[in-house]
């Protein structure tokens, strides 16, 4: 069975690999489809987060290599002992691991373990393959009736969903998102389907800044024509929520400055290097900072997953609209993964079917 395994820096290969037996609690998926993400660029580029090759994952235990894709569904091809899954289940896949021991765990905040661990990062059978064993409670049933590759777009959306629901955004605020990649694009969509009165977003690249007023921006401004005085003049002040998803200083800066007073920035992307901010932006306006990580995992893994499939199912979200491309598993790297992290790239959410 073929399969992308993650070595290290710049080093993806899709290898032959032993299927593995299902054991209690397991079940095998037959992959439908595999998101390419921001994290997976992240590591490529950057390098392991967690792990190394002599360096154990302190909650999985594994080094690299390891098997990579964490964004993804399929169907449940073979299920072990005491599962409640049945072969010929859709599901997608929650992919967050937890200790359910640490203070987090115990307050029911599997998200935020201390030792949490990605299936398809740091360890597990990840998504780039043609099929995967992951533990039954990774595994949340998805409608037969929609889309099989959208399973897949379940992981992101539900990030979009959780940052609203975390944030302060009520019906009629004003949102800015800063950055559309994929992230950007669920959380225009997240902060309509909560009642935004107006969605505003700032995007270098055009075909982005096209695909968000597509779904649902009102207005879309280029960095380079500073978007903090456009959203400033368009939300009479500053916008009530701002979601950082751009992962950049400059991305920072400007949802903060696009802010009003006692508005809220909150931080999605994933930074690879400390950014600067200018606290007196805090402090004269009262504005603050939070973050937002992943969604509800653990015993809770269905909880915003399901609310997420929900909204596809009811179409509040179009998870759809963000992908722009469907590749094999033997093109990942080549058409996926190099021209993605590469940056530039007219592509959104690109999807392996294996
Ligand atoms: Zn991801
Ligand atoms: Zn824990």
């Known amino acids: 069975m073929r399969a992308a395994r993650y070595h290290g820096i710049g080093d993806v290969r899709i290898e032959e690999c032993e299927p593995s037996a299902v054991g209690p609690g397991e079940v095998r998926i037959d992959v439908a489809a595999a998101g390419i993400c921001g994290s997976d660029l992240h590591q490529y580029r950057h390098g392991p987060d967690g792990l190394g090759a002599d360096e154990p994952h302190p909650l999985t235990g594994e080094t690299l290599p390891v098997r990579l894709g964490h964004e993804f569904g399929g169907t449940v091809v073979e299920a072990g002992r005491e599962v409640d899954l049945a072969a010929g289940q859709p599901v997608a896949v929650n992919p967050v691991r937890s200790c359910g021991a640490c203070r987090y765990c115990t307050d029911g905040l599997y998200h935020l373990c201390e030792t949490a661990g990605f ?9 780039f393959a043609a099929e995967a064993v992951i533990p ?29 629901r975390g944030s302060g955004l009520r019906a009629g605020d004003s949102a800015a ?29 055009r075909v982005r800044r096209d695909a968000a007023a597509q779904q649902g921006a009102d207005a879309v401004f280029d960095p380079a024509d500073d978007p903090v005085e456009g959203i400033t003049a368009a939300t009479d002040g500053g916008a009530d929520v701002a979601f950082e998803a751009s992962g950049s200083e400059a991305g920072l800066r400007q949802a903060l400055g696009a802010t009003r007073r006692r508005g809220e920035t909150v931080v999605v992307g994933v930074f690879a290097a400390p950014a600067e901010l200018q606290p007196t932006l805090l402090v004269a306006g009262e504005r603050t900072v939070t973050g937002s990580l992943g969604y509800a995992s653990g015993p809770n893994a269905g909880r915003e997953f399901g609310m997420t499939i929900g909204m596809f199912e009811r179409g509040r979200l179009d998870p759809g609209a963000v992908v722009t491309g469907r590749i094999g598993l033997e093109g990942l790297v080549e058409r996926g993964i190099e021209p993605l992290a590469a940056g530039g790239s007219d592509h959104c959410k690109l999807l392996v079917e294996p």
């Open 177 to 205: 998102v800063v950055g559309a990649g994929p992230i950007g694009l669920a959380l225009v969509q997240a902060a309509r389907a909560a009642g935004a009165g107006e969605v505003l977003v700032s995007e270098p690249q």
């Open 136 to 164: 039954a409670a990774n595994a949340v049933p998805f409608p037969a009736d929609l889309p099989a590759a959208h399973s897949a777009l379940v992981e992101p959306f539900a990030v979009a969903v959780h940052a609203v």
């Open 119 to 127: 299936i398809g990062l740091h360890g597990g059978e990840g998504g």
